[in-house]
């Protein structure tokens, strides 16, 4: 009979940051396990395969990932066509492989090699291509507490390739409404100060779950000028309110893998469709040697670099509504410890109170916030500051 099978797609340039798209297809029972692969060679960095195979789930079913999905059990290196070998990746958990690529020849061929369970698989020699420098990236909000738009610009002069991919990743500052040096400690209950106020900025982080691609095949110059690659819907958020930072990953591919990504995309936005392609009609470049009749979805691009631009917004450029967080204080009288440790449970964290220099008597704080007032880390902030980040901003 057939069976509803789940994939867990872990391809490289629509998921890099190692999320899964999960694809429902109608498949015979011969077909209930296929392979995939997700990762490229990329000269000079570590870089990450995944490799996982498809799984069977009730129509109703919760979807989750089950652990037996993915392959803890291969053995994956880089082969040359001059006759290089790589030491083997080393499995990093979850079927994620992790392995140091070095320089890369020009005009040597490279690929993949896995071993797994007497078999061997391998994808296309490739020679790896050069990526230019990009040429711009700008943002824009055409209307007043709209989206915001970005676009990235891009020049090949040596006319390679015309085929890109862009990723992004974003940081940006966030503040708490109210500075406090002044703590809690439920366990001690006692109250310290701690100079200057350490939860006043933090930073988030978020990258780009899907690649953007485009091609200038049809063009009469290998010239990409303001392609979109991400529109941000919501700038009420914290995104905006201070500094805020976009940075761009472009990566030259082959023509292959534009065709194949292209073509796993739009199987990804008309999943379920009637006339949706399957995934067996998506063979990639990677092949069973030793079992040509074995299924194996991926494609392995090989580069020569990656190259990056980076964008800062300053606060107030974005037009945005403030959210509303915290206006008045919840007022305690001074209380007995204990009770300031059930304010403490309950969520709430002293304000500025009294100058204990002045006052040393006085140190119990009246005036109580919630912690996302006073604390940046209750609002899923960090304190890892990006090294990038400007000196003369905090």
């Known amino acids: 009979m057939n069976l509803k099978t789940v994939f867990g797609l872990i391809i490289s340039t629509l998921l890099l940051t190692g999320c899964i798209t999960e694809y429902n297809a109608i498949l015979p029972e011969n077909d209930r396990k296929i392979l995939f692969v997700n990762g490229s060679i990329i000269a000079s960095t570590d870089v990450t395969f995944h490799i996982s195979q498809s799984f069977s789930l009730n129509v109703d079913a919760v979807t989750k990932i089950p652990e ?9 290196i ?5 006759g290089y070998k790589s030491p083997p990746a080393i499995h990093q958990g979850k079927g994620a492989y992790q ?30 291509l050069y990526t230019p420098e990009i040429d711009s990236i700008s943002w824009k909000q ?7 738009y970005f676009y990235v610009s891009t020049y090949d002069e040596t006319e390679g390739t015309k085929y890109f991919m862009w990723n992004h990743t974003e940081d940006w500052e966030i503040y708490a409404d109210y500075t406090t040096t002044l703590f809690f400690h439920p366990m001690s209950l006692e109250f310290t100060i701690i100079e200057p106020a350490p939860f006043r900025y933090c930073w988030k982080k978020s990258e780009s779950v899907r690649s953007v691609f485009s091609s200038t ?10 392609k979109q690659f991400y529109q941000y819907n919501y700038p009420s958020d914290d995104r905006f309110s201070s500094l805020y930072c976009i940075t761009v990953t472009q990566r030259v591919i082959s023509k292959g893998a534009y065709e194949y990504y292209q073509d796993i995309q739009k199987m990804n936005e008309e999943m379920g469709g009637l006339f949706t392609p399957q995934p067996t009609e998506f063979v990639g470049n990677i092949r069973c040697t030793t079992n040509p009749e074995k299924k194996i979805l991926g494609y392995v691009d090989v580069s020569k670099n990656t190259t990056t631009k980076r964008m800062f917004i300053y606060p107030n450029r974005i037009v945005r509504e403030e959210p509303m967080r915290c206006t008045s204080p919840v007022v305690i009288l001074p209380l007995r410890w204990t009770e300031y440790s059930s304010w403490y449970k309950r969520g709430f964290r ?4 009294p100058d204990p220099k002045y006052y040393p008597d006085e140190i119990l704080p009246y005036e109580w916030y919630p912690a996302t007032c006073t604390d940046c880390t209750a609002r899923d902030g960090t304190k890892n500051k990006p090294d990038f980040w400007p000196n003369d901003h905090w």
């Open 68 to 76: 037996e999905s993915f392959i803890t059990n291969a053995n994956l």
């Open 78 to 82: 880089i082969i040359g066509s001059n």
């Open 99 to 128: 392995i140091s690529v070095g320089e890369l020849e020009d005009d040597v061929e490279y690929g993949i090699q896995i071993e797994l369970d007497g078999d061997t698989y391998q994808s296309a020699p490739l020679r790896p």
């Open 142 to 148: 055409p209307e007043f507490y709209g989206p915001v």
């Open 217 to 226: 095949e049809s063009l009469s110059e290998n010239r990409i000028i303001d």
């Open 350 to 353: 002293p304000a500025e109170g």
